[in-house]
């Protein structure tokens, strides 16, 4: 009887350390960073402005991401060319083994939604989440449109 209830113990022990896992069934988004945002734009069901694309590296990181804190396989920045428009997008790739909550909080807690000239979002306008090894940053008047999008490439 006692190893019986050990074993069930040990075994809800299990479940609850799986479901405190990665939310997204470990599901990565395939493509492109350049192929997910224009599946992203396509998507959201709104007007966005002209856009211009830039690759992250370690010399602007800080500057997209508002830290140089975080690590990323790969990363690509969509941001309005009209500076006095507020809209920036940016994904990562991150490694497999990276903490991506605490990926997500370092961007969270170090964007700055006044960035750009006389202008800025909202605090509820400054969105950051993740699909997989994908991680998802937008400060945009139409966040919540091009954040729905982002979450339908988990499907």
Request: charged share 25%; aromatic share 6%; with cysteine.
């Amino acid at each position: 009887m006692k190893k019986t209830i050990c074993l069930l113990l040990s075994l809800s022990l299990v479940l609850a350390l799986c479901a405190c896992g990665n939310t997204t069934g470990g599901k990565n988004v395939e493509g492109t960073l350049q192929e997910i945002f224009a599946k992203i734009y396509e998507n959201a069901g709104v007007e966005s402005p002209m856009l211009m694309e830039t690759v992250l590296d370690d010399t602007n990181k800080a500057g997209f991401l508002g830290t140089d804190e975080v690590a990323f396989t790969e990363g690509l920045s969509s941001d309005a060319a009209i500076m006095t428009i507020p809209h920036a997008m940016v994904l990562i790739r991150v490694d497999s083994n990276a903490d991506i909550e605490a990926v997500k909080t370092k961007i969270r807690e170090n964007a700055d939604p006044r960035k750009w000239i006389c202008v800025g979002v909202e605090e509820d306008e400054v969105i950051v989440d993740s699909i997989g090894d994908l991680v998802f940053f937008v400060m945009s008047a139409d966040a919540k449109a091009y954040h729905n999008s982002f979450k339908l490439l988990a499907k």
